[in-house]
């Protein structure tokens, strides 16, 4: 009988919970709710081996964790390219058609929050994480409990992983903060710092007692349910009993997206929780499959970011920051204010025609806006706020770090100091190293490397891995202890197995973005290959041209950082590429391949990584621009129109064969 009564309370709050929370249509009144639920604790408590996993008890809150542990993505998650104006949206649409779609879009409400990852084993909710650098989150799962609108089961017992925004009410934050002004508390910037905040608490109670919100957004594996668009996903998702935005809107051409933003823009105050954009997607799976990726992107959509809010403030003074290219850049010292909900101090002013076509004088009165709602920026300048006491900005002539002479190459806009042994040179490249770009050295972040640089631990590059030798001092550090600086060294060895192309990147090889360094890695699968390589063969790769391939050589041939290489490989850092194997460019590059049937050594997605890694490009349909079909068994329309249009045919043996010569 009483665990029969347990189910009943259970099925009747977990439908208020999901007709309240999903639905927002509440069923049955708050004291009924509140009736139930207390009969409930008071049966848990008293039988605690009837205790359910999808208990709404367990929305409550109470678990306690030592730290968040790293859990992996199985499959990544990737953010959005950002586009700012009309025009860039209009471009968005017009790279789609050039691939032959004619699509229709999916609108959906950029929420400002915190995106988490939840994964549900036979419609049990067993685990949620932070997208972290998109492989690599943290799991907060105890936290992510709590959350009403998170189904701990749901209607049906399936093994799925859905995508969506934690984020926290408007109302939720002024009665937070009412709360914390009256026990002397610092108050809450803003929803989006004080959801991501509340996640990342170990006690789970503390974000029980913030009321966070979530919605529901993406399926990353949809084709493994039958659907066949996103607004199918959504409504599979819905069905499921996930909250889902009710704002989303599937429109036929890119004058509805612009009409949704305007509309949505002119709304945005008076919804309940903050946004600070409209995410399009192209609608329909086939496409977004035949569109791709670029190396973090998808191309099948992309987040327009609404004109960020401006604020007046003076400009106090204008200092000079030294990159680990040795770039000089001016940075405007502010006094603090409020933007977008975050207090700003400083902004980038880029280079000195960029401080004098704005006309800044220390001391005027300016205009600051978030670019995206994220990165502070100067605006413009309040001429007729001046009082004739300001002072003319001048630019610095010697590095402000070590004194030497700056040097401005003719055609550029930016100063440089080009001794490779400035300080400040030597802290930006090591900072760069660790980053979660390049080496992903978890712990060792800009303070820190900061801090060690100052204390003698950390010169170069190499030295990260030989703060094993400092370890009784690092411990005696203030805010250090041996548990923290075990973490530390384990994330500095775990760094040495990386694949080749974080290492590349990680290197700071001038103009060499992480997509290049992949690029490179593909291609010559060893450090040592790529240190020999000439500009002449570099051109021929795709997307390396003249500047980069002869930054690559200069890098290469400095004598400094070929020592540097050295003492890595002797410390035995990685220097080998761990993906495919690169096949022989000229079979490949530059030619468009369509592969129909089925392989029998790989899977149609590795034999498309495959040919995208030498240079080619995969299409799902054949036609005169074609260049190639490899057909596996069992081929079909494809393999008879390719004959009929006279294209060349490869078997599996003749595409194995091409690899296997490279």
Not at 517 to 522: F, M, P, T
Request: glycine share 6%.
């Amino acid at each position: 009988m009483i665990e029969r009564r347990i189910d009943e309370l259970i099925k009747i709050i977990n439908e208020a919970d999901y007709n309240y929370h999903t639905l927002d249509n509440p069923t049955i009144t708050d004291q009924e709710y509140d009736k139930y639920l207390k009969e409930l604790f008071d049966l848990e408590e008293e039988y605690p081996d009837l205790v359910r996993e999808d208990s709404p008890t367990q929305h409550a809150g109470g678990k306690i964790i030592d730290e968040f542990k790293k859990v992996e993505h199985k499959i990544p998650m990737m953010s959005l390219s950002d586009v700012f104006s009309e025009s860039e949206i209009i471009a968005f649409d017009e790279r789609i058609r050039k691939e032959g779609i004619n699509p229709q879009y999916m609108c959906e409400l950029k929420i400002d929050g915190l995106s988490v990852s939840l994964l549900y084993e036979d419609g049990i909710l067993v685990r949620a994480a932070t997208r972290g650098d998109g492989i690599i989150g943290e799991d907060i799962t105890h936290n992510a409990k709590t959350i009403r609108a998170i189904p701990l089961r749901l209607n049906e017992k399936v093994n799925i992983e859905v995508r969506g925004e934690i984020f926290m009410n408007k109302k939720t934050l002024i009665e937070i903060n009412e709360e914390r002004k009256k026990n002397n508390q610092p108050l809450l910037q803003n929803c989006r710092n004080a959801a991501a905040g509340s996640m990342r608490q170990l006690d789970s109670k503390v974000a029980a007692k913030r009321k966070l919100d979530n919605f529901i957004y993406h399926l990353p594996n949809p084709e493994d349910f039958g659907i066949k668009t996103h607004e199918e996903a959504i409504e599979y998702m819905r069905k499921l009993g996930f909250k889902i935005n009710p704002n989303n809107k599937l429109v036929n051409n890119i004058s509805e997206v612009l009409q949704f933003i305007e509309e949505k823009q002119e709304e945005r105050a008076k919804l309940l929780y903050d946004i600070d954009g409209i995410v399009i997607k192209v609608n329909n799976l086939n496409d977004q499959k035949k569109l791709g990726f670029t190396a973090r992107y998808p191309k099948w959509a992309t987040a327009y970011k609404f004109p960020a809010e401006e604020v007046l403030t003076r400009l106090t003074d204008i200092i000079f920051t030294v990159g680990r290219t040795g770039q000089i850049t001016p940075n405007a010292v502010l006094e603090p204010v409020i933007v977008a909900g975050s207090t700003i101090k400083r902004a980038t002013l880029h280079n000195e025609d960029y401080v004098i076509s704005k006309d800044l004088k220390i001391g005027d009165i300016v205009s600051i806006r978030k670019a995206g709602d994220v990165i502070p920026e100067v605006v413009e300048v309040k001429k007729e706020r001046r009082t004739g006491q300001e002072k003319e900005f001048k630019m610095i002539t010697k590095c402000p770090m070590c004194n030497k002479e700056l040097v401005k190459k003719e055609g550029q806009v930016d100063y440089f100091c080009i001794n490779q042994f400035c300080p400040a040179r030597k802290i930006e490249g090591i900072i760069h190293y660790a980053s979660r770009d390049a080496m992903n050295i978890d712990g060792l972040g800009e303070r820190i490397i900061e801090d060690f640089f100052n204390f003698g631990f950390i010169e170069k590059i190499s030295d990260i891995y030989k703060l094993e030798n400092h370890r009784k001092d690092l411990i005696t550090l203030e805010g250090y202890g041996n548990k923290s600086v075990a973490n530390l060294l384990d994330a500095i060895d775990n760094s040495k197995h990386n694949s080749l192309e974080k290492l590349i990147f990680g290197l700071g090889i001038p103009h060499v973005g992480a997509k290049t360094a992949k690029v490179l890695a593909a291609n010559y699968q060893t450090l040592e290959n790529l240190m020999n390589a000439q500009e002449e063969e570099l051109v021929k790769i795709p997307d390396i041209g003249e500047i980069i391939a002869k930054s690559i050589v200069n890098y290469f041939s400095d004598q400094f950082n070929k020592k540097e290489i050295e003492t890595l490989k002797k410390i035995n850092i990685n220097m080998t590429y761990l993906g495919q194997k690169v096949v022989k460019q000229e079979e490949f590059n530059n030619k468009t391949f369509v592969i129909t049937g089925t392989l029998e050594k790989y899977s149609r997605d590795e034999a498309k990584k495959i040919i995208e890694l030498a240079g080619g490009k995969t299409v799902d349909s054949v036609s005169k621009k074609t260049s190639v079909v490899i057909v596996g068994e069992n081929p079909g329309s494809k393999y008879s129109k390719a004959k009929d249009l006279g294209i060349q045919i490869w078997t599996e043996k003749d595409f194995l064969e091409k690899i296997n010569n490279n």
